[in-house]
């Protein structure tokens, strides 16, 4: 089964541009949550989507927002990138919504982004 | 909010040592899971665990759900050059309002000189 899939693998972007990530949960996957990682903050959690409907979110600004299609495949913009917004960002499915019994989640491999 | 303290920070080992590294917070916890994180990858999820006392392995690792919900730790034994990286915890929480979430460690940072 193939695992979580997001692309591109690496970006570059100037301050003020927007960017758009992509991410191909596992099959049969019907969540899939979105985190920021850096190496002074870890792994800070942007939202959860399922069901197309977003689930939960975290203290990010409202530049940064997401999307879920009827497919589970999911989206995330960040729009007016700063310099702060360099980092690695990861998608992870799960069966259910986080909250559910039995239903961790699975990281891709990420998006490197960096904002010069 | 929530926070996970997790420890130590860094750890700097002879191959074939065991490890051990934990994960404590002032919180109660319904979910442990525990990921490694290879460099330019995401993390892989090595153990979960949903019981309190609940003990688990996969392999050389052990790890186990704390009696009290408010810690775990993981044990790597024989430790090999494969198992470098970085170790995270993370648990799950159901709060008085709002969805559950899941909150990470910090990571503990594995490194082993062969």
């Known amino acids: 089964k193939a695992g979580v899939t997001q692309t591109p693998r690496y970006l570059i972007k100037t301050r003020g541009q927007q960017v758009t990530l992509s991410c191909s949960p596992i099959s049969g996957h019907r969540s899939v949550s979105w985190y920021q990682q850096t190496p002074g903050q870890g792994l800070q959690f942007l939202f959860e989507?399922?069901?197309?409907?977003?689930?939960n979110k975290g203290n990010f600004p409202g530049r940064f927002s997401g999307r879920q299609f009827s497919n589970s495949r999911s989206e995330m913009n960040v729009s007016t990138l700063e310099l702060g917004d360099s980092a690695l960002y990861l998608c992870?499915?799960?069966?259910?919504?986080?909250?559910?019994?039995?239903?961790?989640?699975?990281f891709g491999n990420g998006t490197r982004l960096t904002v010069t | 909010g929530q926070q996970l303290n997790q420890s130590p920070q860094s750890m700097f080992i002879q191959e074939g040592e065991d490890v051990s590294m934990n994960c404590t917070s002032s919180?109660?916890?319904?979910?442990w899971l525990w990921y490694k994180q290879d460099p330019g990858e995401g993390p892989v999820l090595l153990i979960a665990l949903y019981k309190a006392g609940e003990l688990t392995s996969n392999g050389r690792l052990t790890a186990q759900f704390g009696i009290t919900r408010k810690d775990s730790f993981l044990n790597i034994s024989a430790s090999i050059p494969s198992d470098v990286g970085i170790y995270f915890c993370?648990?799950?929480?159901?709060?008085?309002?709002?969805?559950?979430?899941?909150?990470f460690g910090q990571g503990t940072r594995l490194t082993i000189n062969p």
């Open positions: 992870a499915s799960s069966l259910e919504v986080t909250y559910s019994y039995n239903s961790p989640l699975h």
């Open positions: 993370a648990g799950r929480t159901r709060p008085i309002t709002g969805a559950q979430k899941l909150v």
């Open positions: 919180s109660i916890f319904n979910t």
């Open positions: 989507y399922f069901s197309e409907t977003q689930r």
